[in-house]
């Protein structure tokens, strides 16, 4: 009878960084997620909390008045040793990127996971997009890919003791998982335009992460996401356009962001994992990205 036990780790991988762990397959981990007050941006957070991660810094926009507070609430009644932390910054300005980085450095002397979420959604015609309109979504969809890409790899591959905080666990080795969520949804001009440069991000991330043993970078792009923030499809429109003739969650991005965050991806990289309920292959011409 075939053993039930967990496969052993790849040659290359501790056993602190095994998806395998009775304690969660992201246990111990310190994660970034920025827009991380968006209906999928909260989904995440909630998924890396669930699977373990140490510490999660919660990223929003000054623009958006951020309160963290229904966030860190829900997350400290479901997952207790998880620590939220509610930061204000705008992921598309470097020196504000930097100041994070040293933040997380600084206080846990290590980064594992950084997820750059989509800001949201756009004018919806070529007539009513600006070129001021295309570079606000490229800052708030693409920006945020390229200092990520940028900054967070030096920081991933820092060593470290185990910590004295709850879910701690030590880092023996170089890792970490970037990954750039599209804008959900079909979207407008801008948002197709600047999701094709953040797809460039993930593409482009491949070469320069290189020899950074252990560092991804992937992308995923959903379809319509209830809450995703490109307005919504009818119900009839879902039916015709979309396989599974809904629209997905945004749980079901966030189990995706979960599965590349952890080992269970160690083999993934410069990848775009579409996650449309079958909308791309239905009509291929109008797809995600």
Not at 239 to 245: A, H, I, K, N, P
Request: include cysteine; glycine fraction near 12%.
């Amino acid at each position: 009878m075939p053993s039930l036990t967990a496969p052993p780790a790849t040659e290359s991988e501790s056993a602190h960084f095994s998806p395998y762990r009775p304690d969660g397959k992201l246990y111990g981990f310190i994660c970034i997620v920025t827009s991380a007050l968006t209906p999928l941006g909260s989904a995440i957070t909630h998924e890396l909390a669930a699977h373990g991660a140490a510490c999660i810094y919660a990223c929003a926009s000054p623009a958006q008045s951020p309160s963290y507070t229904p966030l860190i609430a829900s997350i400290a009644k479901d997952y207790p040793a998880t620590k939220v932390i509610g930061y204000t910054t705008n992921a598309a300005k470097e020196e504000e990127t930097l100041a994070l980085v040293d933040d997380v450095l600084n206080t846990w002397g290590r980064l594992d996971v950084w997820v750059c979420c989509a800001t949201g959604a756009s004018p919806a015609g070529i007539a009513s997009t600006t070129p001021a309109s295309l570079y606000e979504a490229f800052e708030g969809n693409a920006m945020g890919a390229f200092l990520a890409l940028k900054y967070a790899p030096p920081a991933m591959g820092k060593t470290t003791p185990k910590g004295n905080y709850a879910n701690a666990a030590p880092k023996d080795q170089a890792y970490g998982s970037i990954i750039v969520v599209a804008p959900a949804g079909a979207g407008g001009v801008a948002s197709v335009v600047s999701a094709q440069a953040a797809l460039g991000v993930v593409k482009a991330g491949v070469s320069v992460l290189k020899g950074k043993k252990g560092i991804r970078i992937n992308c995923i792009s959903p379809g319509e996401i209830e809450g995703g923030g490109s307005g919504g499809a009818s119900v009839e429109k879902l039916r015709d356009t979309v396989g599974l003739e809904r629209a997905g969650l945004p749980v079901e991005v966030a189990r995706v962001a979960g599965f590349l965050a952890s080992g269970f991806s160690s083999y993934i990289t410069g990848s775009n994992l579409v996650v449309d309920g079958g909308a791309g292959a239905m009509s291929p011409l109008s797809g995600a990205i």
